[in-house]
């Protein structure tokens, strides 16, 4: 018995020692946050790696969220005696080309960065929630004087402020999103409102420009244009407003096939491959009928009591959406997209998975019956399927999921669609 004791305490403490494979040097390819689990849902952050930065691979594992078979692996690796995971794809066996140098340091020599978001507040203080001075634009230069000391995490990345200067305005800007590497040399110049009048052509520059029905943010969304979109002005409001940003006016447009609405800053002279994001209000449109009358939030989006197992504690990943006309109510796609995944299960049910343009993701899960198949490309407010009650519910529901980045994390879809009751 004592024997075997000592022969288990070998082994064990010899497989803890030496590695059963090999282990590999890699460069990563991407910014990353290296996890400390192989899951999605993992917010546990290690430290950031960044192109060019080396680490060894100490095992694979298969990444069972990932619906794109290129993402099949996340590699465990070792960077600076820190240990966690990156996605396989994000590593390479060759030094990267062009690797930005920007890094972590909290005072630096003034250097030159370009901006990489679409647009960037600059705020009076290095945090996410301070005041708004001014905003920045993709490819403008900014001078950066100073970085923060710590690292703050937003849309997924983990990084420093920076204090940047622009046209004499000082102020900080999450440096996530700037690079030291001019990405595009396209000049780009916002239009002035003066250059929108009634029957100049224009194109459209955001990736996903919400048409509405009047000329407000709140106007309903009677189309979606793509970016590049050809379009013929046919009436402006006279009022300057700032949005987004921008300063400009509200422009009623015509591309032929549909008419209404949209923020002149959202229109170019010229067709461009620089997308703006239309984020004014909510980027995503109502999944059931969006008459305020026919539906309502049965569960909202965060902690609560499952109504299932009655477990306390456990996490709501979407909201709860139930029509009165119950079982058989139309599903709408909330954006245009693809369908990337449909299942049935015992949780989601019968399950449908959209990828939208805008990097995002939306579930909708409990179908009766679906209506769209695997790879189908859809545009917003197709049906895509019926209201059920198959996998783990209760009764007749939708219920809506916002996803964002590889590890598709969990989003409160009440950012990203207008709720009955709430925005009506
Ligand atoms: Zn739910």
Same mark, same amino acid.
């Given at each position: 018995?004592?024997?075997?004791?000592?022969?288990?305490?070998?082994?064990?403490?010899?497989?803890?020692?030496?590695?059963?494979?090999?282990?590999?040097?890699?460069?990563?390819?991407?910014?990353?946050?290296?996890?400390?689990?192989?899951?999605?849902?993992?917010?546990?952050?290690?430290?950031v790696v960044y192109?060019?930065?080396?680490?060894?691979?100490?095992?694979?594992?298969?990444?069972?969220?990932?619906?794109?078979?290129?993402?099949?692996?996340?590699?465990?690796?070792?960077?600076?005696?820190?240990?966690?995971?990156?996605?396989?794809?994000?590593?390479?066996?060759?030094?990267?080309?062009?690797?930005?140098?920007?890094?972590?340091?909290?005072?630096?020599?003034? $250097?030159?960065?370009?901006?990489? @978001? #679409?647009? =960037?507040? &600059? !705020?009076? /203080? +290095?945090?996410?929630?301070s005041g708004i001075?001014?905003?920045?634009?993709?490819?403008?230069?900014?001078?950066?004087?100073?970085?923060?000391?710590?690292?703050?995490?937003?849309?997924?990345?983990?990084a420093k402020w920076?204090?940047?200067?622009?046209?004499?305005?000082?102020?900080?800007?999450?440096?996530?999103?700037?690079?030291?590497?001019?990405?595009?040399?396209?000049?780009?110049?916002?239009?002035?409102?003066?250059?929108?009048?009634?029957? $100049?052509?224009?194109?459209?520059? @955001? #990736?996903? =420009?919400? &048409? !509405?029905? /009047? +000329?407000?943010?709140?106007?309903?969304?009677?189309?979606?244009?793509?970016?590049?979109?050809?379009?013929?002005?046919?009436?402006?409001?006279?009022?300057?407003?700032?949005?987004?940003?921008?300063?400009?006016?509200?422009?009623?447009?015509?591309?032929?096939?549909?008419?209404?609405?949209?923020?002149?800053?959202?229109?170019?002279?010229?067709?461009?491959?620089?997308?703006?994001?239309?984020?004014?209000?909510?980027?995503?449109?109502?999944?059931?009928?969006?008459?305020?009358?026919?539906?309502?939030?049965?569960?909202?989006?965060?902690?609560?009591?499952?109504?299932?197992?009655?477990?306390?504690?456990?996490?709501?990943?979407?909201?709860?959406?139930?029509?009165?006309?119950?079982?058989?109510?139309?599903?709408?796609?909330?954006?245009?997209?693809?369908?990337?995944?449909?299942?049935?299960?015992?949780?989601?049910?019968?399950?449908?998975?959209?990828?939208?343009?805008?990097?995002?993701?939306?579930?909708?899960?409990?179908?009766?019956?679906?209506?769209?198949?695997?790879?189908?490309?859809?545009?917003?407010?197709?049906?895509?399927?019926?209201?059920?009650?198959?996998?783990?519910?209760?009764?007749?529901?939708?219920?809506?999921?916002?996803?964002?980045?590889?590890?598709?994390?969990?989003?409160?879809?009440?950012?990203?669609?207008?709720?009955?009751?709430?925005?009506?």
């Open positions: 018995m004592k024997f075997l004791y000592t022969f288990l305490l070998i082994i064990i403490s010899y497989s803890s020692i030496s590695p059963s494979e090999p282990t590999e040097t890699l460069y990563v390819n991407k910014e990353y946050t290296l996890k400390a689990l192989p899951f999605e849902e993992n917010t546990d952050l290690i430290t192109p060019g930065d080396q680490v060894e691979v100490i095992q694979l594992e298969e990444n069972l969220a990932a619906t794109n078979p290129n993402h099949a692996y996340l590699a465990k690796v070792r960077f600076n005696q820190k240990i966690g995971y990156i996605p396989y794809h994000f590593l390479q066996a060759k030094l990267p080309k062009n690797i930005p140098k920007i890094r972590k340091r909290a005072y630096v020599e003034p $250097k030159k960065y370009y901006v990489t @978001a #679409s647009s =960037l507040y &600059v !705020r009076e /203080e +290095p945090y996410r929630y001075l001014t905003s920045i634009y993709r490819d403008d230069e900014v001078t950066v004087s100073q970085f923060s000391d710590t690292d703050d995490y937003i849309d997924g990345k983990s920076a204090y940047v200067e622009k046209d004499s305005i000082g102020g900080w800007v999450f440096s996530g999103y700037l690079t030291d590497i001019r990405e595009s040399t396209e000049v780009y110049t916002p239009e002035t409102p003066d250059s929108l009048t009634v029957g $100049k052509s224009k194109f459209t520059i @955001a #990736s996903n =420009l919400h &048409v !509405r029905d /009047e +000329p407000s943010k709140f106007g309903t969304v009677v189309s979606i244009m793509p970016h590049g979109n050809p379009v013929k002005i046919i009436d402006t409001t006279n009022t300057i407003e700032s949005m987004n940003g921008f300063q400009s006016k509200w422009v009623k447009i015509d591309d032929g096939d549909s008419k209404g609405w949209v923020f002149g800053a959202f229109l170019y002279d010229t067709k461009i491959s620089k997308k703006l994001n239309d984020s004014l209000d909510k980027p995503f449109l109502y999944p059931l009928s969006p008459d305020p009358g026919d539906s309502r939030i049965t569960s909202p989006f965060g902690p609560r009591v499952d109504p299932v197992t009655k477990k306390k504690g456990t996490v709501h990943t979407g909201i709860d959406l139930y029509p009165y006309a119950r079982f058989g109510s139309p599903i709408y796609a909330a954006g245009d997209g693809v369908v990337i995944h449909q299942s049935s299960n015992t949780s989601f049910g019968n399950l449908t998975v959209v990828q939208h343009d805008n990097g995002l993701v939306t579930y909708y899960a409990h179908q009766q019956k679906f209506l769209v198949k695997q790879n189908e490309a859809i545009r917003a407010g197709d049906k895509i399927g019926e209201v059920g009650s198959t996998g783990k519910s209760t009764g007749p529901h939708l219920h809506f999921e916002v996803r964002t980045g590889m590890w598709k994390q969990y989003l409160d879809p009440g950012h990203y669609i207008p709720l009955p009751g709430v925005d009506e």
